[in-house]
């Protein structure tokens, strides 16, 4: 998806249709920390990745685990760290949200150094279709 504004939106629209798909109810809390997730990082993008047109955002479930990514082409390493020092707090807030649910937050460069991707897990609570 290209990175403008509106893409958080469409973001959160497809990952939400996603979800319904994958048999999650859009009430759970699991849903609302995955959007809220998905809002975040790419707000994330649109803001940061200027060397990047657009973003790539995966979602996909396991019997366990829900997983979410966010690729950009920008290739400019970013890291939990950086929220510490700057005014954002996107990631903190995401790695928290992973957290809250067993998971984490890694930030995995591109083959090549092309850029990188966002990716967030989620354990799955029981009795999660």
């Known amino acids: 998806m290209p ?19 994958f048999g999650l109810e859009s009430a759970s809390s699991l849903s609302g920390a995955v959007l809220l997730a998905v809002s975040e990082l ?10 990047s047109p657009d973003a790539e955002v995966t979602v996909h479930m396991t019997d366990h685990m829900l997983v979410v990514g966010v690729a950009d082409l920008d290739p400019r390493p970013v890291s939990l760290a950086d929220t510490v020092r700057s005014s954002g707090q996107g990631l903190r807030t995401v790695a928290d949200l992973a957290h809250a649910f067993g998971g984490d937050l890694r930030i995995e460069p591109a083959p090549g150094g092309g850029g990188k991707t966002v990716v967030v897990r989620f354990i799955l609570p029981e009795g999660t279709p």
Not at 42 to 51: G, I, K, L, P
């Open 3 to 21: 990175l403008v504004p509106g893409s958080v939106r469409a973001a959160r629209e497809h990952t939400e249709r996603s979800l319904v798909l």
């Open 42 to 51: 790419v707000a994330n993008a649109v803001r940061h990745a200027q060397h």
